[in-house]
């Protein structure tokens, strides 16, 4: 099975971010594509604690504990760059100035729902942050995530199982094994990096068009 690495899926995504954007990196994976942002598309990085114009991770005598991204992890700035409270960050997040958001999820339904807050389990630590914001705030909302789970679960499926963070929200869905479109019409594989599409069929166990 070809897999793409979480570096190679950040690049893909960055690839497809769009001259100008104003652009909210979720927690976790999503962080990553700050790393692969062409210097030369004006794309300005927003963070939910209070930031505009964040650069890639810091590293070495880059490292400034006083500057960090949502996730707490050492950033860099660009020229220009902005801070501001987090409430009016939110602000920015609630009134529809954000062109993208990249988020991580548990699982994304064909129709767009988003699960990525909670699995429900009994001993889970809910962990909403600033996503339902998102999810109902930026113009275009798109997952990174595995396709499968540890077990080999799809995490692409017809009706999320877990609590819901925001309903039709999400357009597109990148994974380690295929780029996909989702909505009111179900999934579509936009692109793959290896499988079939019966493979996919199989493993998702969704009649996907493409």
């Not at 909210?24 to 594509?33: D, E, F, R, S």
């Not at 705030?137 to 819901?164: N, R």
Request: aromatic share 6%.
């Amino acid at each position: 099975m070809t897999r793409l690495s979480r570096p190679d899926l950040a690049k893909r995504i960055a690839a497809d971010i769009p001259v100008g954007a104003y652009v909210n990196l979720g927690i976790g994976a999503p962080t990553l594509v700050a790393d692969y942002l062409p210097e030369d598309r004006n794309i300005t990085l927003h963070t939910e604690n209070g930031m505009l114009g964040m650069g890639p991770a810091a590293e070495g005598d880059q490292i400034d504990p006083d500057l960090i991204n949502a996730g707490k992890i050492p950033v860099t700035e660009l020229p220009g760059a902005a801070y501001f409270h987090h409430a009016d960050s939110f602000g920015m997040m609630r009134g529809g100035h954000l062109d993208v958001c990249v988020l991580g999820a548990f699982q994304v339904s064909v129709k767009g729902d988003l699960a990525n807050w909670n699995t429900g389990a009994p001993d889970a630590i809910p962990a909403v942050g600033g996503a339902m914001d998102l999810a109902i705030g930026a113009k275009s909302v798109w997952v990174m995530m595995d396709l499968l789970t540890k077990q080999g679960e799809s995490k692409l499926v017809e009706q999320c199982s877990y609590p819901l963070t925001g309903v039709g929200c999400v357009s597109r869905v990148y994974t380690d094994l295929a780029v996909f479109e989702v909505g009111a019409e179900g999934a579509t594989v936009l692109e793959s990096f290896g499988e079939s599409m019966d493979e996919l069929r199989r493993l998702t166990g969704i009649d996907l068009k493409g």
